[in-house]
């Protein structure tokens, strides 16, 4: 688990941490930098598997802009012209683990312009006592990295006059690959940025051969590879749509030429509706109601074996109901624990506030905001302890939109 | 017309859903679910969930929300619109506990049902002050909501019920056993009490079904003869 | 003004008639027909302009199906092959106008199989008393058209052997155009119903012509176009967006070479940042966030006098934070008030709700939710007479989200 | 730290904000303005401007407020966590007023800011039923706000101001003639009320213009002090 982030110098995030949970929510106005939260993890993930080209940045969801506009740039501050990102990974055997990524690039004005990773470990916490990278040197060592490092740096062994010089380049060396290999750990080299398209669901214009793609392209793709008992649990949610009667997914494209789509979708995916007549009850992704494939991806996306474990999703209440959308999340929140995933979601969505328990700490709310000098700032909501069962006389929802939190302009 | 409903259950809410339908061929739309709350928030659902079961009976929550008034302002006394009505569902059951606080006649008296239902309905209007009497309906159940799904399943008079719910189990069990098609449907609707009680009481949706069903049951009857 | 829209026999919808006002919100659970009832309305106004080709009917916003599934195919009924549409228009000078369209086409299995229109008007009513339709013939048969018809007629004439007989066919041919002289009149004929993806507001993916068109093509040069006045309108409104210092169009495209977009962006779109370095406070639309693009063109629709009198807006909350939302609504309201327009918005978000004044008849709220035969019904929420101000005791949105009113999944 | 405020406009809320800001180093994220209700639906508000104006005149609304508890247990008694306040201002102008019910004494009495605000205190207290004692502050503006924001404008004591709003206004035209930068300025922040005040009362968010100011003005300071 990611448990900590913090962020300086990215966008409108002047110098923030946020301590995560397993089940992330962001709350906020429009323009506080929900989303450049979200993006900061991605420049992160990026950088550490060095795919900090801007198409690779665009795949993951990251709006690519000027490096002069990437870095804060607020009046009255100097413009630091480094993106710092500091990860405290826990790993499954409880160590902390923190990392320093620091982000620069050649031309601060140009827009093509290549970013360079720095990153390395800060250090490593076993129960709060700091341990020796030592031993994790050695492992790493004694394993095939160590042949591959061996035969790779042979020819520089020359360079090296004494043994202990040659070790503590290949330390260097090592050093440099740790960060990745925790970053791994947690898939978060792996992580994107969901922001669902209903046009991109439906199979059309959608841009990534990914399975599934950060618009929701290949969602058919995506459920296709599901196995009996991805398919079974996917199954269960069946109820979310009154109408569903049965998911189908059409291999050969069969359907096509039955004039089922205008030829503009390539998605195989097709559903069938128990109102309707059996005969005229088959409706393709390109015909659906949207609500449909938001839920179906969705659900799919935590369901699914093969897609990350870490992830964002921004905009999560897109086209749904809010009832529907409450009981969507609470059950993706289920989902998260069941198939170990950790998330973090947007959403402008009062009721999605009612889909999260708070009392349970993997759950976490919080709200983004710009303090008095447009700095981003991230709060997390607690609840107090202890306190009473009060009988639905305080509702998430509703102290939010009543002004009770925050979190909403309040001098339109 | 729009029908709200303060049940002790939420299998309550699905059986009196399918009543109204049957009887006034309301749609679904038209029956608003007050009482369980259904769309409680997971943050107090997770406190709730952590309370002793003593403090919530589900008599004594009926009771909570009558004497309290809020579903009824916020229902009946809005801003919209339209025909509004409250049906309140409470057993009989549990009658003689500390706060219901009814003494049960003799079985025997020709009048049990009836005198029972009227005390309970004078119990409800105390808890509500007699306030909104125009629009509230009572569905008094005698002994136990399964006593009138039970008139589905079984040609006998369940107006005294011994026992509704074991009696309702026994006979359903007899009907999985030999009816297989209603076994394998049964099957398929678990997910929820509702839904549960919403496929078992579903005939009422009927009203063909549904006015042979109240011969066999008295308070059913009255129930729906209040309408 | 259209009044009433009664839809027979079209998707979901079985038999529905509504009454419409000037601002008309629909809320309603995921699927049970709200983007149904606005497809109708564009069948409706693309038979009147006999633009029902496939890709006509799409870039309207109208979800194209084989005719199989387009008209209701619900069980236990037997499928009728025609749409039927009645419109009843008020005219500017208050006469009530019925008209009826009916559709049909050849091939109900083929998705290509062209659509056939049969129109006319039903009555005509002056303060409830039918009127003659003579008088309309008269004068449409007093003015060019009548010299058009005559001439374009000539050589049908030796067919009728009457005068009478010659006066009934052009009474017929006139018959065809009227309907759609009504439905030009309230610039039905315009319809289209939006639906933005931020990504075609950022100026990507777009891929109609329209200014603007119905992903959110073109707002650019929709801004472009505006007047003195139309500006100065917008930027009363700059105040939605905090930080909003200014609007710019870069008319050569000048910015593009210095970095601002990634050459995947068209748009010509740009923003100033107060909080930030003027020399580093230029974003593009492809960088700006979401919520600003969303605003300004739902704010540049409603003011641009090129844009239709009539349109739609499905999913209007998209991207928007809840209270800004509400008085985004709240302004629109007024807005079509000033520049007489005549809207369908659907939305799932509770603040819409609070956004309106059902206290003015102009401003309709309807629920849509199927009954128990799987139809689309639409249902006005209206008010009690003479009720009493509640200080806040119920806001419609708090009562939709705690279901006091409906249209929300009950048992999920 | 988070501060509610109850007040009697959108204008004081404007003002307490930047005092506020200035004093605690707070962020407008941290101020939420429970009243005037700046949230409130369009349907509502429609019903509450056809409402004769008599039925509302703020001290009123305000008093309501605090009777109700209703905005005092939703924000101080929530859930959610954190260290939270209310402050709830009120003009004495109005004070002899049926209902405000508070005799002013003698203008020359040298404790008159003091004895009045006492007064007005333990009429807030009194509505409050002596609830949430420890997280409330008390704004009480002798005898309008007005008078505060004043302080920045003149170096001139306004603790016992005579007809407070028309001495600013007259002040404040005075700078704006003279002042073509402030003028400017000031005709682009007109939109609201709420605009208005906080732009003229800007200062306040710098703490060194705030003490000076309170020197200037007993019950600002008294106000000030109280944190």
Known sequence: MLQRLRIRNFKSIYDETIELGRFNVFIG????????VLEALGMASAASENKLSNDELALRGIRVAKPTITFSSFLKEKQVKAIDLELLIKTEDNLNVNISNQLTTENINDIF??????????????????????????????????DFLTRAFLPLMRNYSTPEKLQRFLIEQVNTLLPKTFIRSIQLDLYKIYNLSTQTLRGIDGKSRAIPGIQGEN????????????????????????????IEIDKEDRHKSDGHKLDMSTSI???????????????????????VLHILFYLALFISRHTSKFF?????????????????????????????????????????????????????????????????????????????FNGQQFKLSELWMRNYIGGIPQNL | ????????????????????????????????????????????????????????????????????????????????????????QIDTAECEEKGYDIQRADKKNPDYCEQLRQAVKGKIDEWLQ???????????????MEAWIHTLYEKRNTSIPVKAKE?????????????????????????????????????????????????????????????
């Open chain 1, 29 to 36: 106005e429009n323009g506080s930098g929900k989303t450049n």
């Open chain 1, 113 to 146: 312009s290549k970013w360079t990773l720095k990153d390395g470990i800060l250090s490593i916490e076993d129960e709060g006592k700091p341990i020796s990278l030592v031993p994790y040197y050695e492992s790493i060592l004694q394993t095939n990295t160590f």
């Open chain 1, 219 to 246: 969602l058919d793709r995506l459920i296709e590879s599901f196995d009996k008992k991805e398919r079974e649990l996917l199954e269960e949610y069946a109820y979310f749509i009154d109408w569903l009667e049965k």
């Open chain 1, 269 to 291: 995916l097709y559903f069938r509706d128990k109102y309707m007549q059996r005969k005229n009850n088959r409706f393709s992704a390109e015909n659906a109601n949207e609500g």
């Open chain 1, 312 to 388: 964002a999703i921004d905009n999560i209440e897109t086209a749904l109901n809010p009832e529907l959308c409450k009981k969507l999340v609470e059950q993706l929140v289920k989902l998260s624990t069941k198939t170990n995933r950790q998330v973090l979601i947007t959403t402008h969505s009062p009721s999605v506030l009612d889909g999260l328990n708070l009392y349970d700490d993997e759950q976490r709310l919080f709200k983004v905001y710009r303090n008095k000098k447009g700095h981003t700032k991230v709060k997390r909501i607690q609840l107090k302890p202890n306190q009473e």
């Open chain 2, 1 to 88: 017309m729009e029908i709200g409903i303060i049940a002790e259950g939420k299998g309550d809410c699905a059986v009196l859903k399918n009543i109204l339908m049957g009887l006034l061929d309301l749609d679904e739309e038209d029956i608003r679910f007050l009482r369980p709350d259904f769309n409680m928030d997971n943050t107090d659902k997770a406190a709730y969930e952590s309370m002793p079961l003593s403090e919530f009976s589900t008599w004594t929550l009926v009771k909570k929300d009558c004497e309290e008034h809020n579903k009824f302002r916020s229902f009946l006394d809005n801003p919209i619109a339209g025909e509004r009505y409250i049906i309140i």
């Open chain 2, 130 to 144: 007699n306030k909104w009497a125009d629009q509230i309906h009572y569905a008094i159940c005698i002994e136990e």
């Open chain 2, 167 to 227: 009696a309702f189990q026994k006979c359903l069990a007899k009907h999985l056993k030999t009816n297989k098609k209603l076994a394998r449907q049964f099957q398929k609707n678990q997910r929820t009490e509702f839904i549960k009680a919403d496929f078992l009481s579903k005939k009422f949706r009927k009203k063909k079904e549904l006015m042979k069903a109240l011969e066999q049951n008295q308070s059913l009857k009255t129930f729906v003869l209040s309408f």
